[in-house]
């Protein structure tokens, strides 16, 4: 299982679309462990473009603070689970609360 989270000064951000950099956090659910973390720049902006994008690098889940309708429609195409709300922590702690059942996503801050 592969987890994004879009990123500003190593924590997530909740401009996913305008964001500068992915952490790709590979995870293994059964044993509920980071298996390992890659942070990517994010492509140049373009409506649209990002989960196609990011489905091609594997992921499977992306976790945010907020996220568009458009956007999250896209990503339910692709197949990529997404929960919006989360706080703004690191990818590992996140992940972990992710893994343990224990990430509580919230409010949606994204308005469009």
């Not at 190593?10 to 044993?31: E, I, M, Q, S, Y």
């Not at 919230?106 to 469009?112: E, K, L, R, S, Y």
């Amino acid at each position: 299982m592969r987890i994004v989270i879009p990123l500003a000064e190593g924590k997530l951000t909740n401009h996913f679309g305008h964001c500068k950099r992915f952490a790709l956090a590979d995870v293994d659910p059964t044993a509920k462990a980071v298996l390992k973390r890659e942070d990517i720049d994010a492509p140049p902006h373009e409506p649209g473009l990002l989960p196609s994008w990011l489905a091609e690098r594997g992921a499977t889940l992306v976790i945010a603070g907020g996220l568009g309708q458009r956007a999250l429609g896209l990503f339910a195409q692709q197949g990529i689970q997404v929960v919006t709300g989360a706080p703004a922590e690191t990818p590992e702690r996140l992940a972990a609360d992710y893994l343990a059942g224990t990430l509580a996503g919230g409010t949606n801050v994204c308005d469009h």
